[in-house]
């Protein structure tokens, strides 16, 4: 093991975003462990939780682009005990209108992070890989929803620029498994469903939405609200994030990550949201080009078999807990 000492010593890449601010808070409540916050800024955010948050002295940052050499300079002699790998470059938006940067950094930067890491002392790795690996599946293959793990994996349309972001991280978990392997590494490797929550951004459907709400409009334009998906919230996906990297019935495995209990279709969210910003407000339904994917929802039993987990909050309560957070947010930006 990388700790000497009876100090946990944590690196998670990505460290500004949203997955990763929630790991550190997680990870720092416990007062014997050191967080090494990784992150170029170009997604990640520098707002006052995130100032909260390095104010800790148990917090470093390093700066920095996880495919060239200049980053890896930074973390010469150093290991750690648990290295988080998050960094990764998400949303449709983005994977539409930036696929080689999205195959640069979550290809050529996850092989970056391996080579350091199968040569460091570092003890185990986890790689945060995506629902999105199922889509080009269905197809071909009669995709079963709930989705386990161990369905088969396909790109079939290699020029829609979509697949950049599916082919990245399939080949990222391909990377850390025959890497990890060939060094006698351990790891893990979280496939994350629909996680929301406090500090998003606003690209993604929960805020998007709150905010088109809360700035009036009428009727509420809804992109294929029928749809269904199986939102999980942030502080349950970490706790499963923590469980796969610290129990060793997770080692060397791809598990599921997200909440199997509550599908709901866009349509049906929207209004949820609707009834918290502006009670009696109504909807305009539309379809979405870029939206292919009609049904998305995890099959967990794995995490509950291997990591004992099971969701916890409920998607009223996230909602309540995420729009709280946004309305604060917006009236501070407004102030």
């Known amino acids: 093991m990388a700790n000497k000492t009876t100090r946990r010593r944590c690196l998670i890449t990505g460290g500004a975003g949203f997955v990763g601010f929630h790991l550190a808070q997680n990870l720092l409540a416990d007062e014997a462990t050191d967080v090494t916050l990784a992150d170029n800024f170009v997604r990640g955010r520098q707002d006052e939780d995130f100032d909260r948050l390095r104010a ?33 470059i998400i949303g449709v938006k983005n994977v539409l209108e930036r696929p080689r940067d999205v195959i640069r950094v979550n290809g050529m930067g996850t092989l970056a992070l391996l080579d ?4 460091s002392d570092s003890g185990k790795l986890l790689f945060s890989s995506t629902s999105e690996a199922y889509a080009w599946t269905r197809s ?14 396909a790109l079939t349309d290699l020029k829609n620029p979509r697949a950049s972001y599916a082919g990245s ?12 392997q060939q ?33 009036g409009e009428d009727p509420l334009v809804v992109f294929s609200p029928h749809h269904q998906r ?50 009696g407000g109504t909807i305009e339904p539309r379809e979405a080009a870029n939206d292919p994917i009609s049904r998305r929802c995890p099959d967990i039993s794995l995490a509950r078999e291997r990591l004992d987990f099971q969701p916890q909050v409920s998607l009223d309560d996230g909602l309540d807990r995420t729009l709280a957070w946004y309305g604060h947010c917006l009236k501070t930006k407004a102030a």
């Open 56 to 88: 800790d002295s148990r917090v470093r940052m390093i700066t920095g682009d996880i495919c060239e050499p200049s980053f890896y300079s930074q973390l010469a002699g150093q290991a750690f005990d648990e290295v988080y790998h998050l960094a990764a």
């Open 116 to 119: 350091w890491f199968v040569e």
């Open 140 to 153: 071909f293959y009669d995709l079963p929803i709930p989705t386990p793990e161990d369905v088969p994996l």
């Open 169 to 180: 991280k399939i080949f990222g978990e391909l990377a850390v498994n025959h890497y990890c």
């Open 183 to 215: 060094f006698d590494k351990p790891f893990a490797i979280v496939r994350y469903h629909n996680v929301y929550g406090p500090r998003m951004g606003f690209e993604h459907v929960i805020p998007e939405l709150f905010q088109r709400s809360l700035s």
């Open 230 to 279: 199986a939102f999980c919230y942030v502080d349950d996906a970490i706790r499963a994030t923590v469980a796969a990297m610290r129990d060793p019935r997770g080692d060397n495995l791809t598990i599921n990550v997200g909440n199997d209990e509550e599908e709901i279709e866009i349509g049906d969210l929207a209004r949820r949201i609707l009834a918290r910003v502006r009670p």
